[in-house]
C-alpha cells in the first residue's frame, strides 16, 4: 500500500508560483509514474501532469504547458509541481498519483486519473485575482 501526502499548497495572487510536494512511504517509489490532477467543486478530476519512473519522461496537459513543471526526487521519496503564472482558474485542489504496471502508450495511460492505484488526500491550490 502507497501512502501519498501533499503539501505546498496556499493562496496565492494571480501571476504568482507555487510548488507542491507530494511524498510517498513506499520504498519502491522510483517503480511508480506519479502524477498530478486536480480537482474544483462540482467537477471532474483532470489530469495536470505525470512523470516516468525515471524521471526522464513527462506528458503536461496543454492548458499549463510552460507555466507547471514535473520532476521528481527518487532519493526522496518525492515528486513535485512548480506552478508559474498562476491563474484565477487554477484554483482547485491538486492530488498527487502513482501506477506501477506499464502498458500501452504511456502518455495516453498517465493521463487517465483511471490508470492510477493510490492517490493523495489533495492539497488546496488558490490563486486570487
Known amino acids: 500500500q502507497v501512502q501519498l501526502v501533499e503539501s505546498g499548497g496556499g493562496l496565492v495572487q494571480a501571476g504568482g508560483s507555487l510548488r507542491l510536494f507530494c511524498v510517498a512511504s513506499e520504498r519502491t517509489f522510483s517503480f511508480y509514474t506519479m502524477g498530478w490532477f486536480r480537482q474544483a467543486p462540482g467537477k471532474e478530476r483532470e489530469f495536470v501532469a505525470a512523470i516516468g519512473w525515471s524521471g526522464g519522461t513527462t506528458y503536461c496537459a496543454a492548458y499549463v504547458k510552460g507555466r507547471f513543471t514535473i520532476s521528481r526526487e527518487n532519493v526522496k521519496n518525492t515528486v513535485y509541481s512548480k506552478m508559474n503564472s498562476l491563474k484565477a482558474e487554477d484554483a482547485h485542489v491538486y492530488y498527487c498519483?502513482?501506477?506501477?504496471?506499464?502498458?500501452?502508450?504511456?502518455?495516453?495511460?498517465?493521463?487517465?486519473?483511471?490508470?492510477?492505484?493510490?492517490w493523495g488526500q489533495g492539497t488546496q491550490v488558490t490563486a486570487s485575482s
Open positions: 498519483a502513482a501506477y506501477r504496471v506499464e502498458a500501452g502508450n504511456w502518455a495516453s495511460v498517465a493521463s487517465s486519473w483511471a490508470s492510477y492505484n493510490y
